[in-house]
């Protein structure tokens, strides 16, 4: 409860300082010497939450917590953390919050399946259904049902009006 | 005065809705004309009442009467003209006057243009449109009254959001919420076929122009939405997994969705339980947007516990309207006949792939977007999803999508031939691989994705031109008779060789965007020259600026090529008196579909100012893909097959056939 509280003060506070404060992003005195290095930062950057923002890696964000973040990214790394090491430092000092592609755990298995299964159960249904339909003894047929006469006469026409051809070929 | 007015405008406004939504109904029931015909008036008249209450919140914030609360809370008397009109709908409460005006606007086309439709089943759209207007009429009335007034005003208002002050304000939501309002009327029709408990292919043929205008303009208005985050926060991003960029994009893959299989439905008669419940869903999906938007749940759930009403309310409108809708479904679909058979490889068979590659897509999304929120609610557990999740799960979505995409149009309906179409598709296969081989030749030892994302991306447009070709039997026949075909072919067929390369164009941009991107990061000061990309940028000074409602510094910058001049470039940072709050007005200089970006940082005490330049290559294909997406669906609209769908032409040209027989 208290916890929940605090960020939410650290929340609008933030949104507070994000009106009053246009700093860029990554700021010219943070930048490492080695580039190799600092482009290793930057794809952390990309990974890594600004917990005070609405949604932006610390790479985007302006916010002074940001700022702390990524030069904290670039001192592990200069200490010649792996990015593994750097992020698994982060996710301990700050929980899994901070990871703006989450790890798989019980907490996010429905997240990191959702996708595939949506994808799996919905092409199976379909392979069903086509299975089903192609098999005549289903039943399944062609016709429209509840049409009146007057109506077929007016689809008729209105077909009719259609004159250019629409075949592939 | 004007406030009373248009406060009781949008009273009477939901009075007509009241009948509209109860009337109808009755007449369809008792099969009474009269009754049913009531619906067109109250549209009507319900359009011109929102109307007036519309323009009556225009008026006060046009002329700065800061004794109602929404103009003194969201206006300054030195503000611009335009930024005052568009400054009605970048809040709240204008912004849900903005909703429901659209959707009168809607349901006032559907009266005045529905004339073709059968009585009863405009009786029941019209109804269901007004269902969905009361619920808001009162949500806006009890919740977010925008005509308040202050007991004792105050002389000068607190401005708009300085971010807000931009061209970008006046055409960006209204584009938005014609697209998510739009949707309604495909859920009107869906709904109220579902309650006759009859739907056919001239059903279809009905609701596609209708959701074709939505999906146009909800494609404008999130590449026109992106377009602005690019050049107004300042740090080049275009897209950012943002929720409230999530709440639009749902409707607009699902509603993409819905084009295609209502076009199975129009076509073949096929997959019409779907086609209704993919209607609701889209629509849904768009109420779930202003749930996330207009609810404060997404700046924090706690945000969300302290103020509830009007949360609470819009939560209270979504369980009543995806509920119901998706009951009625689960009741009356299984009544509905399937139709239309056709074997797996058919251009059904692609559409339904499409069907399915793009639902998932949406439903990842919605994971994606809901999943944080669900989780804290239920566990207090925090945890963050965003843009790197959503570009790892989406790339094996949109990879095999777009690869199917031009084999699509290629196959005969009912059943095709897949290996025709892979030979007719032969020369886009090749450019493919020669993009391919030619990118990775060219950026030799760099990302060795890329050159394959361009290789598909080329694929998608040769298919789209292969398509055409193959159509006016391009260098089969003499050259004058392709033309005279291609003149003949249908403009729904022009229309999709528009939309689908428009997917490769936008695919181009955003692959070069975010990998040959290169950017300088440093502190300048006058006279100093900054490299990127074979540009050098000079410096030359600072100077200060007084603009209407703020202060700005504005920097100058001489850009040269091997030595010769191409222009200047003026970023600037803007300080806005009022609310305290600055900007960062980025610079942009467009060369071919290229651009250079600079965006000013903070001045330290030397004098010294921290830049950001950024080359982006090829960075304006992002926009100009949707752009010709929407180009493609606004040909189809006008197919003259489409028109059929409109009245009066239809009529005129039914009755031209008729005399002509």
């Keep these: 409860m208290m916890r929940s509280r605090t960020l939410a003060a650290a929340a609008l506070a933030a949104t507070l300082m994000l009106g009053a404060m246009p700093a860029r992003a990554v700021l010219p005195d943070e930048i490492m010497a080695d580039p190799a290095k600092e482009a290793r930062a930057r794809e952390l950057s990309k990974e890594l939450r600004c917990m005070v923002c609405q949604n932006q890696s610390i790479d985007d964000s302006e916010a002074p917590l940001a700022r702390d973040l990524r030069l904290l990214v670039r001192e592990r790394i200069s200490a010649g953390d792996s990015d593994r090491q750097v992020i698994d430092f982060l996710v301990a000092r700050y929980g899994e919050f901070v990871l703006l592609k989450p790890r798989l755990n019980e907490h996010t298995l429905v997240l990191w399946l959702t996708p595939p299964l949506a994808l799996l159960l919905g092409g199976l249904a379909l392979w069903r259904l086509g299975r089903r339909r192609a098999n005549p003894a289903a039943g399944g047929g062609d016709s429209t049902p509840g049409l009146t006469s007057d109506e077929e006469a007016r689809l008729e026409r209105l077909l009719a009006a259609e004159s250019a051809p629409d075949k592939p070929l | ?661």
């Design chain 2, 1 to 661: 005065m004007i406030a009373e007015s248009g406060h009781y405008a949008l009273v009477l406004a939901l009075a007509l809705a009241l009948i509209q939504s109860i009337v109808p109904i009755v007449g369809a029931r008792w099969r009474d004309a009269a009754l049913m015909n009531v619906a067109r008036s109250t549209a009507l008249a319900q359009l011109l009442f929102v109307a007036a209450s519309f323009a009556a919140l225009v008026t006060l914030h046009v002329t700065s009467d800061f004794s109602v609360a929404n103009v003194f809370e969201n206006s300054h008397s030195l503000k611009p003209l335009l930024y005052k009109i568009t400054g009605v709908w970048g809040n709240h409460e204008g912004s849900m006057l903005l909703w429901v005006s659209i959707l009168a606007l809607f349901g006032g086309l559907v009266a005045a243009f529905g004339n073709n439709l059968p009585l009863s089943l405009r009786a029941h759209v019209l109804a269901v449109q007004a269902w969905v207007a009361s619920a808001f009429y009162l949500f806006i009335l009890i919740t977010s009254n925008p005509f308040l007034r202050i007991a004792n005003p105050p002389i000068e208002g607190r401005d708009l959001n300085p971010v807000l002050q931009d061209i970008g304000l006046a055409v960006h939501p209204p584009m938005l919420y014609l697209g998510y309002v739009g949707f309604s009327i495909s859920f009107s029709f869906a709904v109220a076929a579902l309650l006759e408990g009859r739907i056919d292919a001239a059903w279809a043929r009905w609701v596609r122009p209708w959701t074709l205008m939505a999906w146009i303009f909800l494609t404008l208005g999130i590449a026109m939405g992106s377009y602005w985050a690019y050049y107004e926060l300042g740090w080049g991003g275009w897209w950012f997994w943002d929720p409230v960029e999530n709440a639009s994009l749902m409707p607009w893959l699902a509603g993409t969705a819905l084009l295609h299989s209502a076009l199975v439905m129009e076509k073949r008669n096929a997959l019409k339980v779907w086609t209704v419940l993919l209607s609701i869903l889209t629509f849904s999906l768009s109420l779930l947007g202003t749930f996330l938007v207009r609810s404060g749940v997404l700046t924090s759930v706690h945000a969300f516990a302290t103020d509830p009403t009007r949360g609470v309310f819009i939560l209270l409108i979504l369980f009543v309207f995806i509920g119901g809708s998706l009951s009625l479904y689960a009741w009356r679909a299984p009544a509905l006949k399937q139709g239309g058979l056709f074997a797996p490889i058919s251009r059904e068979g692609a559409l339904v792939l499409n069907n399915l590659l793009l639902t998932t897509a949406c439903a990842t999304v919605f994971i994606g977007t809901l999943y944080p929120l669900a989780l804290e609610v239920l566990t207090g557990e925090k945890i963050s999803v965003g843009a790197p999740f959503f570009n790892f799960t989406f790339a094996p979505l949109f990879v095999p999508l777009l690869l199917a995409v031009p084999f699509g149009p290629l196959l005969a309906w009912k059943r095709g031939d897949l290996l025709g179409a892979a030979q007719r598709l032969m020369v886009a296969g090749i450019v493919a691989l020669v993009a391919i081989a030619v990118v990775f030749a060219w950026t030799y030892g760099g990302a060795t994705l890329a050159p394959l994302a361009i290789g598909l991306a080329a694929f998608v447009i040769m298919g789209a031109l292969c398509d055409l070709a193959e159509r006016i039997a391009l260098f089969r026949i003499p050259l004058s008779l392709s033309l005279r075909r291609a003149r003949g072919l249908p403009r729904a067929t022009w229309g999709t060789v528009f939309a689908h390369a428009g997917l490769g164009v936008a695919l181009i941009g955003i692959v070069c965007e975010t990998t040959w991107n290169s950017e300088y990061i440093g502190s300048m000061k006058p006279d100093d020259v900054a490299k990127v990309a074979g540009y050098e940028l000079r410096l030359d000074g600072l100077n200060p600026r007084q603009g209407p409602n703020f202060r700005e510094m504005v920097a100058q910058f001489t850009v040269t090529r091997d030595g010769e001049k191409v222009s200047v470039m003026t970023p600037s940072k803007r300080n806005f008196t009022t609310r305290g709050a600055s900007t960062t007005e980025a610079a942009l200089l467009t060369r071919g579909a290229s651009q250079l970006y600079i965006s000013l940082g903070d001045t330290s005490a030397d004098g010294a100012i921290a830049v950001r330049i950024y080359h982006k290559p090829l960075v304006l294909m992002i926009w100009w893909g949707p752009v010709l997406m929407a180009f493609g669906g606004m040909l189809s609209l006008s197919d003259r097959r489409l028109r059929v769908g409109a009245p009066k032409p239809a009529k005129a040209a039914a009755r031209a056939l008729q005399a002509a027989e």
